[in-house]
């Protein structure tokens, strides 16, 4: 990991500086593994300064919003010394899979992140805390804060009331303690179907804040989890899970987005509740708030992902054109360029909407620095050097990288048959083009200056060909060559030594920068958003390896595609233009 990265502070930074500052977590013991307090409590004192997590639920594949939340969990965990956890938040028996759950590690690895700390290894699965989930709801309902409710779901909604007005008690909230546990402990143990009961939380039914009006914690579901098999047939609710995991887990900040501000008093008095008997470990984690990353010109709900993929709108899951993690892979972009957009972006309060330019700016900077330059001809035509001698070939030399001689120079076969771009070269000029015409000169970069005398037509009259003739002593880095003052410099490759190889042009999956703003977002996907063209490319091309990535002078940024290519066979997927041409 690269650490050239600047930091910039934010809220989040000022409220750990605080608390370390006040030393409000360093009194705190661990045992180096997930528990509850008295297993805690007689582990040494935390090593790691601070505790961050991200935790995804295994249901779906990464995407660039969850990018941000892995730099800056990972980021402040590096930063202040601390651990930052990969934690699967799999407490919902139906939808997780082993698929994502490979897909999630590949994907926080590839960012550059590392979850272990010392010895610990700080994989962890919230569904092996079920046990302990569960004794703390039967702790609360021995203390009168929870009970169960026997209403139906409807009856449930129409008690909760509104905004304006207080919800009203259910006609089972005065339930015993004794007959409340006797009750959950059928629920656990099978005898009633699905949404026969639930346990909740016994908190103020008139309570300004509806998520505090005695909220769900249980629910009987009859389904098999993917850990845990049939033990369970009871599982916990988002908003009781997540802050138990944090508190098992000794984490100090827990960090997500701005919809779950709302269940921070909840968040609060559960834990408080739960340090109060003695089931978590002090101090307890705090709940911090920060605005969701919304990017331009794609779409990062899972939801919508799923139906591009599902309807077949994109070829999968790592399309390149996709705003995933493994698409984003594919495509050629960077671990270090997400990491500094993640940066540049920072944390705020308050949603924005930022310019994809912004995240592609962030690309080109990292490819800029670390793309070998190669040479490609995307639209070929051909050019006939006709005072050339047939049969002569030689070399010219190429550098690497224009600014590091360090990583230094390849030859470049030169003939008498080059293909050069298309539009390199114009019949009859428009005004203000350099480059080719008939009775013009321009200097075939790395090599020699021409001089264009003409084309030849097929019956149809499209060009064929140009024809040209050579300066013998205008070769690039022989004494004297820069006598030779031209404004135009084309890029080319040798017919003889070229090859074709497949190259796609990704271009925006979307055309407007809100999708689904005005109209269903599948009527917004640009239909061209990809051409597959078959381009000529430099001999040294043909040995790059999957994910190798170069700069293809004048074009932009290409990488080998780690799926499709082959060996001595590579395909090329275009990453970002040179410039942002996006009109
Ligand atoms: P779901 O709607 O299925 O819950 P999700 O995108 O929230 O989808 P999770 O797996 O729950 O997916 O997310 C894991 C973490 O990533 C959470 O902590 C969440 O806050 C964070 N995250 C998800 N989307 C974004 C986003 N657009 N910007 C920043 N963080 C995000
Ligand atoms: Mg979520």
Same mark, same amino acid.
């Given at each position: 990991?690269?650490?050239?990265?600047?930091?910039?502070?934010?809220?989040?930074?000022?409220?750990?500086?605080?608390?370390?500052?006040?030393?409000?977590?360093?009194?705190?013991?661990?045992?180096?593994?997930?528990?509850?307090?008295?297993?805690?409590?007689?582990?040494?004192?935390?090593?790691?300064?601070?505790?961050?997590?991200?935790?995804?639920?295994?249901?779906?594949?990464?995407?660039?919003?969850?990018?941000?939340?892995?730099?800056?969990?990972?980021?402040?965990?590096?930063?202040?010394?601390?651990?930052?956890?990969?934690?699967?938040?799999?407490?919902?028996?139906?939808?997780?899979?082993?698929?994502?759950?490979?897909?999630?590690?590949?994907?926080?690895?590839?960012?550059?992140?590392?979850?272990?700390?010392?010895?610990?290894?700080?994989?962890?699965?919230?569904?092996?805390?079920?046990?302990?989930?569960?004794?703390?709801?039967?702790?609360?309902?021995?203390?009168?804060?929870?009970?169960?409710?026997?209403?139906?779901?409807?009856?449930?909604?129409?008690?909760?009331?509104?905004?304006?007005?207080?919800?009203?008690?259910?006609?089972?909230?005065?339930?015993?303690?004794?007959?409340?546990?006797?009750?959950?402990?059928?629920?656990?143990?099978?005898?009633?179907?699905?949404?026969?009961?639930?346990?909740?939380?016994?908190?103020?039914?008139?309570?300004?804040?509806?998520?505090?009006?005695?909220?769900?914690?249980?629910?009987?579901?009859?389904?098999?989890?993917?850990?845990?098999?049939?033990?369970?047939?009871?599982?916990?609710?988002?908003?009781?899970?997540?802050?138990?995991?944090?508190?098992?887990?000794?984490?100090?900040?827990?960090?997500?987005?701005?919809?779950?501000?709302?269940?921070?008093?909840?968040? #609060?008095? =559960?834990?408080?509740?739960? @340090?109060?008997?003695?089931? +978590?470990?002090? &101090? !307890?984690?705090?709940? %911090?708030?920060?605005?969701?990353?919304?990017?331009?010109?794609?779409?990062?709900?899972?939801?919508?992902?799923?139906?591009?993929?599902?309807?077949?709108?994109?070829?999968?899951?790592?399309?390149?054109?996709?705003?995933?993690?493994?698409?984003?892979?594919?495509?050629?972009?960077?671990?270090?360029?997400?990491?500094?957009?993640?940066?540049?972006?920072?944390?705020?309060?308050?949603?924005?909407?930022?310019?994809?330019?912004?995240?592609?700016?962030?690309?080109? #900077?990292? =490819?800029?620095?670390?793309? @070998?330059?190669?040479?490609? +001809?995307?639209? &070929? !035509?051909?050019?006939? %050097?006709?005072?050339?001698?047939?049969?002569?070939?030689?070399?010219?030399?190429?550098?690497?990288?224009?600014?590091?001689?360090?990583?230094?120079?390849?030859?470049?076969?030169?003939?008498?048959?080059?293909?050069?771009?298309?539009?390199?070269?114009?019949?009859?000029?428009?005004?203000?083009?350099?480059?080719?015409?008939?009775?013009?000169?321009?200097?075939?970069?790395?090599?020699?200056?021409?001089?264009?005398?003409?084309?030849?037509?097929?019956?149809?009259?499209?060009?064929?060909?140009?024809?040209?003739?050579?300066?013998?002593?205008?070769?690039?880095?022989?004494?004297?060559?820069?006598?030779?003052?031209?404004?135009?410099?084309?890029?080319?490759?040798?017919?003889?030594?070229?090859?074709?190889?497949?190259?796609?042009?990704?271009?925006?999956?979307?055309?407007?920068?809100?999708?689904?703003?005005?109209?269903?977002?599948?009527?917004?996907?640009?239909?061209?958003?990809?051409?597959?063209?078959?381009?000529?490319?430099?001999?040294?091309?043909?040995?790059?390896?999957?994910?190798?990535?170069?700069?293809?002078?004048?074009?932009?940024?290409?990488?080998?595609?780690?799926?499709?290519?082959?060996?001595?066979?590579?395909?090329?997927?275009?990453?970002?233009?040179?410039?942002?041409?996006?009109?």
């Amino acid at each position: 990991m690269t650490n050239d990265e600047t930091r910039v502070s934010n809220f989040i930074r000022n409220i750990i500086d605080a608390d370390l500052k006040a030393g409000k977590y360093a009194g705190r013991t661990w045992s180096g593994t997930p528990g509850p307090a008295a297993q805690q409590l007689v582990g040494p004192a935390d090593a790691a300064k601070i505790r961050t997590r991200f935790p995804p639920e295994p249901n779906g594949y990464l995407h660039f919003g969850h990018a941000k939340s892995i730099c800056l969990n990972f980021g402040l965990a590096r930063d202040y010394g601390g651990a930052c956890h990969l934690r699967f938040d799999d407490t919902n028996p139906e939808k997780e899979e082993q698929e994502y759950v490979d897909s999630i590690v590949d994907a926080v690895k590839w960012l550059g992140w590392d979850w272990r700390f010392g010895n610990e290894t700080n994989l962890y699965y919230a569904s092996n805390y079920f046990q302990w989930m569960y004794d703390f709801a039967e702790t609360l309902i021995r203390h009168g804060e929870a009970y169960v409710d026997s209403q139906s779901a409807e009856e449930m909604r129409a008690n909760r009331g509104t905004l304006t007005e207080p919800g009203k008690p259910s006609p089972f909230r005065s339930r015993t303690p004794d007959e409340n546990l006797d009750l959950f402990r059928r629920m656990k143990a099978g005898e009633f179907a699905d949404g026969a009961h639930v346990l909740r939380a016994k908190i103020d039914m008139a309570s300004g804040n509806i998520n505090l009006r005695d909220p769900a914690i249980y629910r009987i579901r009859k389904a098999t989890h993917h850990n845990t098999g049939d033990a369970w047939c009871l599982y916990p609710m988002y908003t009781y899970a997540h802050p138990i995991e944090d508190a098992l887990e000794n984490i100090t900040h827990s960090i997500c987005t701005l919809e779950f501000e709302d269940q921070r008093p909840f968040y #609060d008095w =559960l834990l408080g509740k739960l @340090a109060e008997h003695g089931c +978590v470990n002090t &101090p !307890l984690p705090q709940q %911090i708030e920060f605005a969701r990353l919304n990017l331009t010109y794609v779409v990062l709900s899972k939801r919508k992902l799923i139906q591009l993929v599902d309807e077949k709108h994109v070829t999968g899951w790592d399309d390149p054109r996709l705003p995933t993690l493994v698409g984003a892979r594919r495509r050629g972009y960077t671990a270090e360029g997400f990491r500094k957009f993640a940066e540049m972006i920072g944390v705020t309060k308050s949603d924005s909407l930022i310019d994809y330019s912004v995240f592609e700016e962030c690309q080109r #900077d990292v =490819l800029n620095d670390s793309a @070998a330059r190669r040479i490609a +001809v995307l639209d &070929p !035509l051909k050019l006939i %050097i006709d005072n050339y001698p047939e049969g002569q070939e030689e070399l010219c030399e190429a550098p690497n990288h224009p600014q590091k001689p360090d990583w230094g120079k390849r030859p470049v076969p030169f003939a008498k048959e080059l293909w050069i771009e298309r539009e390199d070269f114009m019949e009859v000029p428009s005004k203000g083009y350099f480059r080719l015409f008939p009775g013009n000169r321009v200097r075939l970069r790395y090599g020699f200056v021409v001089e264009c005398t003409g084309c030849e037509k097929d019956a149809a009259g499209n060009i064929v060909a140009v024809h040209c003739n050579y300066f013998a002593d205008s070769k690039s880095g022989t004494p004297g060559s820069d006598s030779y003052k031209v404004k135009g410099n084309i890029h080319w490759v040798s017919a003889k030594h070229s090859y074709a190889a497949e190259v796609r042009l990704y271009d925006r999956l979307f055309k407007v920068p809100q999708p689904g703003a005005e109209r269903d977002f599948l009527d917004d996907i640009n239909p061209d958003s990809v051409k597959t063209i078959s381009a000529q490319l430099e001999p040294a091309l043909r040995d790059a390896k999957a994910e190798d990535r170069f700069q293809f002078e004048r074009h932009g940024y290409f990488v080998a595609d780690r799926v499709d290519s082959q060996p001595g066979a590579p395909v090329f997927n275009r990453t970002v233009g040179l410039k942002d041409t996006w009109k």
